[in-house]
């Protein structure tokens, strides 16, 4: 059994092949010497044979050596037919896989860290054309599946990685396991990444149904689903802060957009009286155009079901009405003169103050809402975000995210942040927003068990407050959520505080880091990694003279095998992984060193 203590350099040159050759050597020379010599060949073949046990002895380790720097100078890129994957969750439903790799343990940080501490160039070859070093992976000299128990994922998963480290890849992995799962599926992405809508759309026909797949892209709306952020709601009340949240503002303590929440809420309080469904559209109009036709019509509807004839009582009121603001006006003093002792209604008397405010004060007050609201509902966004279901000339199908989720749907939905930023970033936290509603829904209804998926590419570009609600809470909802970013400083950035970022952080069981350049979120990744205990040898050496007598002098040369704590893996490493390899920390504390493949398919090439 290998003791504690004992250390060897792994790296070192392998001086065993001079002693092989030499007993290769003394035993052939044996071999002629008794075939040609005419001596007796038992001394002989004792010889050989004494040669033989000992080039057995030095070659395993020999050879082991061989391999193992071998190993090191080997890049595998893979390719996976995706027919293969199909079949692996066919036959493993209940587990996850993550590509090939193996448990990264405190000996393949010793190895690292030999390697770190010299002259890489003297054991592996440099080669610039490749991105990555290639020898961390091959530190191992065999590697497995990387699998985990499905139900670990209900704990959330974040993929971190710099552009062009394989979040694409990592994420067409991963959906494709929910398809074939038959689980609905929710892409978020900003960019609007071609080869991630097709590779959802392959794996819906891989799954044999191709009509599961929505398609949304404010840049293609000819093609596109039309999608209402604002159908699913469990209080009136959640929409105006959905919206309100998207209005640029420095907190939500910021008057204008407590105002602009306020106004928001109003209107849909009224629109609730009519019994009309809230759209974008809508509330445009209304904080656009003035209040005053949603006041006439939710007074009379209100009028109409508590006071029965009221038109008799409300003629001299509306006399001298002449238009529409007149006639609103009218509704207005008679609801305040003689409604309001009857049969008062606080949540239309919101709509009343709102009509009743001054509409230049109110313009300023809205002023922030106004062209957020104006960009979500424009040109061909408009009926894109505010379907109207009568719209007998518009033939593509309505949607939200609740009814995605019911049929099990694998929902693409395209941002386009790359021409728009503002506005994708506003459609993004908006539907996200819609999703933490439903997720409402589902944990306090259980609606439904069947587990939902959602992905969200560059997710800093539409995090906000219900995001987070949906990882706080989302595992209670049987919702998923796997959320890819490039630096951590991006989610500080885009809320505008160190805490909510911690807050997202706090809430991901499973971490992936693909190639990470950004050395803040290098360190804080291996800082959530366990520490190790690293070896060493020390090496001593001195020189003494006696004081009283200076020609009697002393020294000593010495070594002692010493460790240190150390990182199970070293930070600058994360920066040095080739494409497609990562660094995971699953839940429950496995740390996994894996590399995930590019999938194909013969649907690839087949025309959409």
Known sequence: MKSDYDYQFPWRPIYEVTAIAAWTGGAGLAYLTSRWSGLPREPFDWLMIACGVMICWRLPITVSLWYRKRRLRQFRFQYLDAEKLKAYVKSHPDELWFGWGFDWVQKHAQLAYEILKRDVSTL?????????????????????????????????????????????????????????RGEAVIIIDPKGDKDLMVSAKRACQLAGRPERFVYFHPAFPEDSVRLDPLHNFNRPSEIASRITAISPGETTSDPFKAFGQKSLDNVIQGLMVIEERPTLAKLRRYLEGGPSTLVIQALERYYDNCLGNWRQEARPYLKAAKDTDSKAAGLVRFYREYVQYQAPNLDLEGLLSLFEHDRTHFSKMVASLIPIMNMLTSGPLGPLLSPNPNDADDLRPITNTGLIIEKAQVAYIGLDSLSDGLVGSAIGSILLADLAAVAGDRYNYGVSDRPVNVFVDEAAEVINDPFIQVLNKGRGAKIRLFIA???????????????????????????????????????????NLPKTRLKYIMRTQGVATSATNPSVFSGNVGERLMEEEGDLFAPQLLGQLPDLHFIAKLSGGRIVKGRLPVLQSALDTQPT
Do not use: C
């Open 124 to 180: 592996i070859p440099t080669d610039h054309q490749r991105m990555g070093s290639a020898w961390i992976h091959g530190l191992e000299i065999s590697e497995s599946a990387v699998r985990q128990p499905i139900q670990h994922t209900a704990g959330h998963t974040l993929l971190v990685g710099t552009t062009g480290a394989g979040k694409t890849r990592a994420f067409d992995v991963l959906v494709t396991q929910a398809v074939l």
């Open 485 to 527: 970013t490039q630096t951590f400083a991006d989610f500080a950035a885009r809320t505008g505080s160190q805490d909510k970022a911690r807050q997202v952080l706090g809430n991901v069981n499973n971490l992936i880091a693909l190639r990470i350049m950004d050395s803040e979120t290098q360190q804080y990744i291996t800082d």
